[in-house]
């Protein structure tokens, strides 16, 4: 939570002021239908929009809706299997330590290694354990919501040598359950980087307010 943001009611402020139609949405839903609308997500229905980098946070489109639920869903905040003999890092988390976010977004490799990830070089051991990290991860995004495409965002994953790491961890974790030739022959095209690059979330911004000026 941002301090000082905590359950402020935004939109109400918003509506009392211009009288136009209001849209709101989590930054990673609006990049998540901006990949949808211009980029990697175009044509299809179910798919997965996840950003790792000061956080780690996921968008989810299931057969063409948005996923929001009760809140919205903290794709960075689930459980994934944490070697402690392989790596004693407790976890940046303040809420659950260990959980996604704790162990692989950007604050966690800092502290876990001293210096930022932007400064690692490629062949730091960082690299493969990040990487096992996100296809744990992912290997429980596949299994539940069944993606046609997961697209990997935010400044992390700015190091595109990451891709090719991760596709390959998913692949053993999966070790053939998934019978899928998206995941067992093309999963180069099948986990992704953002076609709209650091862009989808303002270009999601502006097809949200599209929606919302179309009465969508």
Not at 133 to 142: F, G, T
């Amino acid at each position: 939570p941002k301090p000082g943001w905590s359950n402020v009611n935004v939109v109400g402020m918003l509506r009392e002021s211009f009288d136009v139609p209001i849209a709101f949405d989590t930054d990673v839903n609006g990049a998540a239908l901006g990949e949808w609308t211009w980029g990697a997500a175009q044509e299809l229905d179910t798919y997965i929009y996840l950003t790792i980098g000061t956080g780690i946070g996921g968008g989810a489109m299931v057969n063409g809706k948005l996923l929001h639920g009760l809140l919205h869903p903290e794709m960075g905040h689930i459980t994934i299997p944490h070697d402690r003999e392989r790596d004693p890092y407790e976890g940046w988390c303040p809420f659950h330590r260990g959980c996604f976010e704790g162990l692989a977004s950007g604050p966690a490799l800092e502290e876990r290694w001293g210096q930022k990830a932007e400064t690692l070089p490629a062949d730091h051991p960082a690299w493969e354990l990040e990487a096992h990290y996100i296809a744990l991860a992912l290997q429980s995004y596949i299994t539940t919501l069944s993606p046609q495409r997961i697209i990997l965002g935010g400044g992390v994953m700015g190091r595109e040598f990451l891709f090719p790491m991760i596709r390959r961890n998913v692949q053993k974790l999966l070790n053939g359950y998934i019978q899928s030739p998206a995941i067992t022959e093309t999963i180069e095209e099948y986990i992704v980087p953002p076609a709209l690059g650091s862009r989808a979330g303002m270009l999601g911004a502006v097809a949200l307010a599209q929606t919302a000026h179309q009465g969508g």
